[in-house]
């Protein structure tokens, strides 16, 4: 199976970034392997809608973003199928282009969309022009990466630890690599 992890968000924006630098952060501190699987990590940013014929091309894909909770803490953190959203949940979406969310009903309109899932954290702060995180999201990042470990073992693969490194370290360097 051909699967895709895909990290969306605005690097620039503080917590909005978490879903583009967990999706890197992944890549750097870890090998994954499969004997049936191909893995793929891509950078998403706020592309949004333009991400469809990329999204297309997999099988299965694996989306790291913000997501929006009724009555839900900062730093929570919700893993779900695309296809049973939980109540109350909305992806948080970015000021500068169409959310993920009508991205993915887009693509159920032409049958395009490979089976979804959503590891998603309620942010703190997402207006802020930073690449600092704050704490808590920081801290509850590591839910996210050991809710995708867990789930990437299900999936049949192997997951070796190749660096120590955190995610405010990948965040710093985010905007210095070209991707």
């Given amino acids: 199976m051909k699967i895709l992890v895909l990290g969306i968000g605005n690097v620039m ?5 978490v879903g583009v630098h967990l999706c890197r952060l992944m890549e750097e501190k870890y090998k994954f392997t499969s004997g049936t699987h191909t893995l793929d990590f891509i950078d998403g940013g706020t592309l949004a809608h333009a991400l469809i014929p990329i999204i297309a091309q997999y099988e299965y894909c694996i989306i790291f973003d913000t997501v929006d909770v009724d009555n839900a803490n900062i730093g929570d953190v919700y ?10 949940v909305k992806f948080q979406g970015s000021v500068h282009e169409v959310e993920m969310l009508h991205t993915l009903s887009m693509m159920d ?29 920081i801290k509850s990042s590591a839910l996210m990466e050991q809710t995708f470990l867990s789930h990437m073992k299900e999936l049949g693969f192997t997951c070796e630890l190749q660096k120590e490194i955190g995610i405010q370290e990948v965040a710093n360097k985010s ?3 070209e991707r």
């Fill in 79 to 88: 893993f779900f199928d695309f296809e049973q959203i939980p109540a109350g």
């Fill in 13 to 17: 924006f503080s917590d909005e970034g």
């Fill in 109 to 137: 309109l032409v049958g395009d969309r490979p089976p979804t899932k959503i590891i998603g954290i309620v942010p703190e702060v997402i207006a802020e022009t930073t690449l600092q995180m704050t704490q808590a999201i």
């Fill in 175 to 177: 905007c210095q690599q």
